[in-house]
């Protein structure tokens, strides 16, 4: 379906509705799927970066398998306090945050139709990860000085997820208060996707460019 279908100035007050519950039900397939294969993703990220903290904590001189160079070392990661913000470690948050992505993904693509107020918590759940991963960006980048490599892979999968469901969100928003919000986000998710993820690996690039650079 095309942006023009929504915004066609011939098209009725019904053919908008219509055109934009298609686009909720074609969105909320992709969110299916998204939540599913990155939510496993995520959880499996999640729930080795648990064991490896265990094994750390059972003995001091563990080296974790994620431990490959002074930068890109989980080791370094985990030893600070930020790696355990509630007091417990911080994948524990993963393993429960993905797995109720999963169970939501597999239960969408087995036709479930989800409450409104459950999509709402969906997107406070989404959004409250996005910020506390940013948050572990620019801890892991400023004040800890090291990547963990398990984490940024629950980077890669959390972005996405947080901009389909927004999308998703933003059209089911517009059948009600008829907001253009939906078309923006519709229009420039890969934008917004893309340079999310640039931007990342630009100040990655930056911050330990004097490491990279020592390795030519």
């Given at each position: 379906?095309?942006?023009?279908?929504?915004?066609?100035?011939?098209?009725?007050?019904?053919?908008?509705?219509?055109?934009?519950?298609?686009?909720?039900?074609?969105?909320?397939?992709?969110?299916?799927?998204?939540?599913?294969?990155?939510?496993?993703?995520?959880?499996?990220?999640?729930?080795?970066?648990?064991?490896?903290?265990?094994?750390?904590?059972?003995?001091?001189?563990?080296?974790?398998?994620?431990n490959f160079n002074?930068?890109?070392?989980?080791?370094?990661?985990?030893?600070?306090?930020q790696a355990a913000?509630?007091?417990?470690?911080?994948?524990?948050?993963?393993?429960?945050?993905?797995?109720?992505?999963?169970?939501?993904?597999?239960?969408?693509?087995?036709?479930?139709?989800?409450?409104?107020?459950?999509?709402?918590?969906?997107?406070?759940?989404?959004?409250?990860?996005?910020?506390?991963?940013?948050?572990?960006?620019?801890?892991?980048?400023?004040?800890?000085?090291?990547?963990?490599?398990?984490?940024?892979?629950?980077?890669?999968?959390?972005?996405?997820?947080?901009?389909?469901?927004?999308?998703?969100?933003?059209?089911?928003?517009?059948?009600?208060?008829?907001?253009?919000?939906?078309?923006?986000?519709?229009?420039?998710?890969?934008?917004?996707?893309?340079?999310?993820?640039?931007?990342?690996?630009?100040?990655?690039?930056?911050?330990?460019?004097?490491?990279?650079s020592s390795l030519?």
């Amino acid at each position: 379906m095309s942006d023009s279908a929504l915004t066609s100035s011939e098209a009725g007050p019904d053919d908008d509705r219509a055109h934009l519950a298609e686009a909720v039900r074609s969105w909320t397939r992709i969110v299916a799927w998204l939540l599913s294969v990155g939510g496993a993703i995520g959880f499996v990220a999640a729930f080795v970066l648990t064991v490896e903290r265990f094994e750390l904590a059972a003995d001091p001189d563990y080296v974790p398998s994620c431990n490959f160079n002074p930068v890109l070392s989980c080791g370094s990661v985990m030893a600070e306090p930020q790696a355990a913000l509630f007091g417990f470690p911080n994948p524990l948050l993963g393993i429960a945050g993905f797995a109720v992505a999963v169970t939501t993904g597999m239960a969408l693509l087995a036709g479930a139709r989800l409450a409104g107020w459950y999509w709402a918590g969906l997107q406070v759940g989404v959004t409250a990860a996005m910020v506390f991963i940013g948050w572990l960006i620019y801890s892991s980048l400023y004040s800890i000085g090291a990547l963990c490599p398990y984490c940024m892979v629950v980077w890669a999968v959390t972005l996405p997820i947080f901009v389909f469901v927004s999308v998703r969100n933003a059209h089911a928003s517009g059948l009600t208060s008829r907001s253009r919000l939906a078309l923006v986000l519709a229009r420039n998710h890969a934008p917004i996707l893309v340079v999310g993820v640039g931007l990342v690996i630009v100040l990655i690039a930056v911050r330990f460019w004097s490491y990279w650079s020592s390795l030519y």
